[in-house]
């Protein structure tokens, strides 16, 4: 819908880092959440449609493995990009086969990050 | 290997073998008076030798340098025959026979074979002492029982330089599992922070405005940023231990490729030859991509400004061989001996990671590789990989 706020969510138990995303995609014009943990994040899913969730893998109490996981049965049309320094472990080849839109490094290439948020479509997948 | 033994103070290792075994200097008299019969069944001996290891699969193929060195190795094994019964049996001898063993670990001999192959030497020697036509200086028995000596102090050094051998990689292993530990997890947390501090300059540099000398120092914090991540990324590949996506791959293919992403100064050529007919080798596409890319940007650099660098392929028995070669200064006799040794640098902006993974790399595929020595030239790294199928 043109003109409208994209809604997007972020999860990083790194606040500097969440919110330094956040700020660079308000920059653009959207508007972001942040979540610390997986269960937070789940938690602002339960309540909102976002348009997609970048979220990383490692973090307390929920990791991202298990938040993709959780999303199935809380929101199962929404795009999700993770981002992980651990490119190639295992959770991040079962969160592949769970249909992720596409797996960031650490340090998230930014201009890459924004045009993959920007382009997902919800039920798309 | 000291330890094991009960030794006596002063008493070297060579010595303390002698004494186990029970080898003196009457044995030394034997030895020497068996030269005369010997020396001239020296050359039909070594054929037997050879003929045997020839006639077996697997000692044939544990052969350094294939069945056309076989002449000139069977003059080494007369050399050494000729030293076995000459001596004089001190410790330039056990020094001698330890690098002799030090190449047989080298070329990763089965150890199970050497006695195999020592055997054969014992009976053609014995049988030699035994024909009723050959008299001696001293008795058959003392004969017999002489060399027996010899031949087992031969054996016991050839397996000692095993087990030194061995000791040394143990130790690496160890150290290296604790490091690597400790690497991983560091590498892993400074991502977050440099996560941070790319996001940042990201929004920084948005706010800028025309301050050339602002976007300047930017940029400087950005690029510094990118290297401190290549140091990461270099060091968790160096300790990754993810199991490689083995396939059969064209190896001109994934050098073509990566060239593309090579950064060389404008005055440097690159020449690659004999990959049409090379055969596919069986690889991790990436982990490939990764060693070629590390010897070929070494490469480049040790050009400078101007220079030549060539790859070639070929065919050795059951390896692909790929050289690397340039025309920068080589390689100095000191670094030469630690080149592949993580932490070993010599660029004044190295951290010494480069070749260390290269040689992970290539082992972790089951291949070598060396750095060969030019006088008067550049460098030259030589690959070797197993060809598929």
């Known amino acids: ?125 | 290997m000291q330890r094991c033994y009960l030794s006596r103070v002063g008493e070297t290792l060579f010595d303390e073998l002698k004494r186990y075994v029970g080898f003196n200097a009457d044995d030394e008299h034997v030895l020497r008076g068996l030269q005369a019969v010997v020396v001239p069944e020296m050359s039909r001996i070594t054929d037997v030798f050879y003929q045997r290891i020839l006639d077996h699969d697997g000692s044939r193929k544990a052969l350094e340098g294939g069945e056309s060195r076989i002449g000139q190795l069977k003059l080494t094994l007369q050399v050494w025959l000729q030293k076995v019964l000459s001596g004089p049996w001190d410790e330039a001898y056990f020094e001698l026979r330890c690098r002799i063993g030090r190449l047989h670990v080298r070329i990763a001999l089965p150890q199970h074979y050497m006695f195999a192959a020592m055997n054969v030497l014992r009976s053609e020697l014995n049988e030699l002492i035994d024909r009723p036509t050959v008299t001696l200086v001293h008795s058959k028995a003392a004969a017999r029982s002489s060399l027996g000596k010899i031949l087992d102090l031969e054996l016991a050094i050839m397996l000692h330089t095993y087990r030194e051998d061995l000791m040394t990689q143990q130790s690496s292993i160890e150290r290296l599992a604790t490091f690597g530990q400790l690497v991983g997890s560091i590498g892993h947390e400074l991502r977050n922070p440099l996560g941070v501090m790319e996001s940042s300059l990201h929004i920084l540099k948005s706010r800028l405005g025309d301050d050339a000398r602002a976007h300047k120092h930017a940029d400087r914090i950005g690029t510094q940023i990118d290297i401190a991540n290549k140091i990461i990324t270099d060091l968790l590949d160096m300790i990754r231990d993810n199991p490689l996506a083995i396939e059969s791959l064209d190896v001109g293919a994934v050098i073509t490729d990566l060239l593309g992403s090579l950064t060389l100064a404008p005055g440097v050529t690159v020449e690659l030859e004999g990959f049409k007919e090379l055969p596919r080798v069986n690889g991790d596409a990436g982990q490939l991509r990764q060693l070629f890319l590390n010897l070929l940007e070494n490469a480049g650099h040790a050009c400078g400004a101007e220079g030549q660098i060539r790859v070639f392929g070929s065919t050795e028995g059951p390896l692909v061989r790929i050289v690397v070669q340039d025309t920068g200064p080589g390689v100095d006799d000191a670094t030469r001996r630690r080149l592949f040794e993580p932490l070993v640098t010599t660029k004044e902006k190295g951290v010494g990671l480069g070749l260390a993974l290269v040689k992970r790399i290539v082992e972790r595929h089951g291949g070598s590789v060396r750095y060969e020595h030019r006088p008067e030239a550049g460098a030259r790294f030589v690959v070797e990989v197993p060809r598929a199928g």
């Open chain 1, 1 to 125: 819908m043109p003109g409208e706020k994209r809604q997007y969510l972020i999860a990083d138990d790194n606040r500097a880092l969440a919110e330094n995303l956040a700020e660079i995609m308000r920059d653009q014009g959207d508007e972001v959440s942040i979540a610390n943990d997986g269960a937070d994040a789940l938690r602002l899913i339960r309540g909102k449609k976002f348009d997609a969730l970048l979220t990383d893998m490692r973090m307390p109490l929920m990791g991202g493995a298990a938040l993709i996981k959780a999303i199935q049965g809380a929101d199962p049309g929404l795009p999700v990009v993770v981002m992980t320094a651990y490119i190639g472990e295992s959770d991040l080849v079962d969160a592949r086969h769970s249909g992720v839109l596409a797996v960031l490094p650490k340090p998230v290439p930014i201009p890459l990050m924004l045009s993959l948020v920007g382009g997902a479509r919800r039920d798309a997948r």
